[in-house]
């Protein structure tokens, strides 16, 4: 690459086999990248960027399917660091798939073992939530330590729902039980809050518990949701 420092005359866009095109105000000559999609296709060159390319297609689908499962959990404000965040970390995870080769692993594979499952352990389907909530699980006793909920302005009461979920990350198919919501006045939560987890009588690939926490305004003897939901926590705290 080098840069064209004088001329005279309008420069073409190409010569031979080299490109001209402008970059921060000066004149840019470079060669051809000889790059083409019949080449991406095709060239061992480019062996790596396909095998990427067939795995986060495969990964985004499964999680675009995740998340419409979970949608009324989910917040609204933003979407684009949900949709990110859960690809990164489903991506992250294909390493677990140790029966497929490069570009073939798969997340219904992966997530077969126990090892990928833990992973999943106190991942938050809302990256930008402001909480860091400690919590323990023993059998079918959910227990929340409050200290670790920042609430924010404008929220008179904490709402909590249990999910349990069960998803099959080879078929898109899906389970899902929600609790009644508890509410909690923010003035008066106690510092330790215990749940019972219903458990899904029939099994399909992976199950699910997620501790779902909103905020609400307090309105005539009733509950209404605040305005944003950035705040709330979907956060996975058993997976299996």
């Known amino acids: 690459m080098a840069k064209i420092t004088s001329y005279e005359g309008k420069l073409p866009k190409r010569i031979e086999d080299y490109v001209i095109y402008p970059l921060d105000g000066a004149i840019i000559i470079r060669a051809k990248s000889g790059f083409t999609s019949k080449a991406l296709k095709n060239s061992p060159k480019y062996a790596l960027s396909r095998q990427n390319a067939s795995e986060f297609g495969r990964v985004s ?14 917040p609204k404000k933003n979407n684009l660091s949900v949709v990110n965040s859960l690809t990164k970390k489903m991506r992250q995870l294909l390493v677990f798939d140790e029966q497929s080769a490069r570009g073939e692993r798969v997340l219904h594979k992966a997530l077969a073992t126990v090892t990928a499952q833990a992973q999943l352990k106190g991942y938050d389907f809302n990256p930008d939530a402001s909480s860091s909530i400690q919590y323990d699980i023993e059998d079918s006793t959910l227990t929340l330590f409050t200290d670790g909920i920042v609430v924010p302005k404008g929220a008179g009461s904490i709402g909590v729902t249990i999910v349990s979920l069960a998803f099959d990350f080879e078929t898109g198919a899906a389970l899902l039980r929600e609790s009644d919501k508890h509410f909690f006045k923010v003035n008066s939560v106690e510092k330790v809050l215990r749940f019972e987890v219903d458990e899904l009588e029939d099994r399909i ?28 926590t979907i956060l996975v705290v058993d997976v299996r």
Not at 62 to 72: E, Y
Not at 207 to 232: A, M
């Open 205 to 232: 690939g992976v199950l699910f518990t997620i501790l779902v926490v909103d905020f609400y305004q307090n309105n005539d003897g009733g509950f209404v949701p605040i305005d944003v939901d950035i705040d709330k």
């Open 61 to 74: 689908s499964t999680c675009k399917q995740l998340r419409m499962v979970l949608a009324s959990f989910l």
